[in-house]
């Protein structure tokens, strides 16, 4: 069992920065990929980013690219979503997600993969 919690999220100007955190307990952390998804309010969860286990493949949203970061501390069973130049289409629910990932070396973007899932941290992006 993993245990997922995210943190950070909050009410910011477009243009502006945050980042969010997901921090693990329950089992070794780098054995598990994790991914960041969210949901807009009326709308389906969507995929926006993900890292390996080991950390080295990430993958991202076309919407995301060159505006986000996924990165993780494995030392501190921690995995963070760097989100600069925010716009107000970001605003959404975030969660964090993780799914048992041994080979480290294909990232999942589907949501039904993932089998650990933390309660969302809440973005909001104004104009």
């Known amino acids: 069992q993993v245990q997922l919690v995210e943190s950070g999220g909050g009410l910011v100007q477009a243009g502006g920065s945050l980042r969010l955190s997901c921090a693990a307990s329950?089992?070794?952390?780098?054995?598990?990929?994790v991914g960041w998804f969210r949901q807009a309010p009326g709308k389906e969860r969507v995929f926006v980013a993900a890292i390996t286990g080991s950390g080295g493949n990430t993958r991202y949203a076309d919407s995301v690219k060159g505006r986000f970061t996924v990165s993780r501390d494995n030392a501190k069973n921690t995995v963070y979503l760097q989100m600069n130049n925010l716009k107000p289409e970001d605003t959404a629910v975030y969660y964090c997600?993780?799914?048992?990932?041994?080979?480290?070396?294909?990232?999942?973007?589907?949501?039904?993969?993932?089998?650990?899932w933390g309660q969302g941290t809440q973005v909001t992006v104004s104009s």
């Open positions: 997600a993780a799914r048992l990932d041994l080979r480290s070396i294909v990232v999942v973007t589907y949501d039904g993969a993932y089998d650990y």
């Open positions: 329950g089992r070794t952390f780098s054995n598990y990929a």
